[in-house]
């Protein structure tokens, strides 16, 4: 199912693949980097601003959530330059060399404020990357009846290296010990003057970072060339139509728009609440760690074939179908008193998750038409990282305000809002005629 892809959306999808992992890396690495003493906090942390005290805490969720507001914020500039231009190549190049810069500056900052700034860097640099390399797999389709098994191998691939960047990372910064110690690296005799030299774990997590983006950055300029140039799809108003064309209902690509950050707000809740969750289910930090994969897993086994069987079907049927799947999916983490039980409400989740994003993505590629692909899927790609980015805030204000249960009850509702949207206003591309026309090729 992955070797009759086309070739370059393997590309792709490995050099994302790459690309994923180094930033997962830092999700992990970064709160560890920051408390670590190594970075001066000095006249930052304690300081009160209108009553509110930063402590250290809310200073690496500022570094975290950074990434994913320039990230989400950027996407529609990004994305709609890539369709005037014609030339998505050189918006994933630089964005790829944009993010290894800022990988690559954290070893020589000494200052929260120089952190902030190369997270900066990072989340600018995969704004000029997600929206061109999605816009490429669409671009790449020869028509919509392949658009979805694109984006079920592409979402796959990027999902392995999301997943597993952050138990390589902490295998990386531990030297792979139980002991929670940070253990250094030196060189190998090979390299005969720089031989011996020692390095911290961080330093070596950073330079796998580094080393992602330049793998990607490498495979893209190898194999990967502009599909024939459609320019002019894209005009210059940046805003998001909300209305549809007709005038009748919303505009179908927002309300995937609307679902896809409903859907990611959701799978965002959980990283945030894991004492709370670990002393409800009396499990260990191995266990909710598998928790909290039991998405990515589930995603990385079902987003090829659902993608494959919406080129088949339609797209519709398994959006909504998800959608249904994630409401009882997520309600049940507030309320689940077994951690074998909340392992299946997130293996659950992982399959809603699943039925929802390829197809979503491959229908508004099938409505992309004169929109132009980058401008058209940058309204989801943002939508998504918006919604993890602010997950996590509004899981940790719901729980104060109501417990456990509050945040995912929350999570349950925003899903119902999404099925009840899709299923009054979104129509099945592949049931209306508009899924026959190939897309031109090299």
Do not use: C, H
Not at 109 to 117: E, I, K, N, P, R
Not at 249 to 267: E, H, K, Q, W
Not at 403 to 416: D, M, N, Q, R
């Amino acid at each position: 199912m992955v070797l009759d892809t086309d070739g370059r959306v393997l590309t792709l999808a490995f050099a994302r693949m790459a690309d994923a992992l180094g930033n997962s890396f830092l999700i992990i690495v970064l709160p560890l980097y920051i408390a670590s003493g190594q970075i001066s906090l000095s006249g930052i942390a304690g300081t009160e601003i209108l009553g509110f005290v930063l402590r250290e805490e809310t200073l690496i969720g500022l570094v975290l959530s950074l990434f994913g507001l320039l990230n989400s914020f950027g996407q529609p500039f990004t994305g709609r330059l890539s369709d005037r231009t014609g030339r998505r190549r050189v918006f994933v190049l630089t964005g790829l060399a944009i993010f290894a810069v800022g990988s690559a500056t954290y070893p020589f900052v000494t200052s929260y404020w120089s952190v902030l700034g190369a997270r900066a860097l990072q989340g600018i640099g995969a704004a000029f990357t997600v929206p061109a390399t999605v816009a490429l797999v669409n671009d790449y389709a020869a028509s919509d009846r392949e658009r979805g098994g694109n984006f079920g191998v592409f979402n796959t691939f990027r999902l392995i290296g999301f997943g597993f960047g952050p138990i390589v990372a902490g295998v990386v910064i531990t030297g792979g010990l139980a002991a929670e110690t940070v253990v250094s690296y030196a060189l190998p005799a090979w390299l005969g003057p720089l031989a011996g030299l020692r390095f911290s774990g961080f330093v070596a997590a950073f330079a796998v970072a580094v080393l992602g983006a330049v793998v990607s950055f490498v495979l893209v300029v190898a194999l990967i060339a502009d599909p024939p140039k459609v320019v002019g799809g894209a005009g210059k108003d940046l805003s998001i139509a909300v209305r549809d064309r007709d005038g009748n209902g919303l505009d179908p690509v927002f309300v995937l728009g609307v679902g896809t950050f409903f859907m990611a707000t959701t799978i965002a809740l959980f990283a945030t609440l894991e004492g709370p969750i670990r002393a409800r289910l009396d499990e260990t930090t191995f266990l909710f760690s598998v928790q909290f994969a039991a998405v990515v897993i589930a995603n990385v086994v079902f987003q090829i074939p659902i993608g494959r069987a919406s080129d088949v079907y339609g797209r519709r049927p398994f959006i909504i179908a998800g959608f249904v799947v994630l409401i009882p999916a997520v309600f049940a983490q507030g309320v689940v008193t077994g951690p074998w039980t909340m392992l299946a409400a997130r293996l659950l989740q992982g399959v809603a998750v699943a039925l929802v994003f390829a197809p979503s993505l491959a229908l508004a590629g099938d409505l992309a038409g004169d929109r132009g692909s980058g401008t058209t899927l940058s309204v989801l790609t943002m939508a998504f990282g918006l919604g993890v980015a602010l997950g996590p805030l509004a899981s940790g204000v719901l729980y104060n305000l109501g417990g456990l249960v509050a945040p995912f009850s929350f999570g349950a509702v925003l899903a119902v809002f999404a099925l009840l949207l899709t299923y009054f206003e979104v129509e099945d591309t592949l049931e209306t005629g508009r899924a026959s026309e190939p897309v031109p090729q090299e």
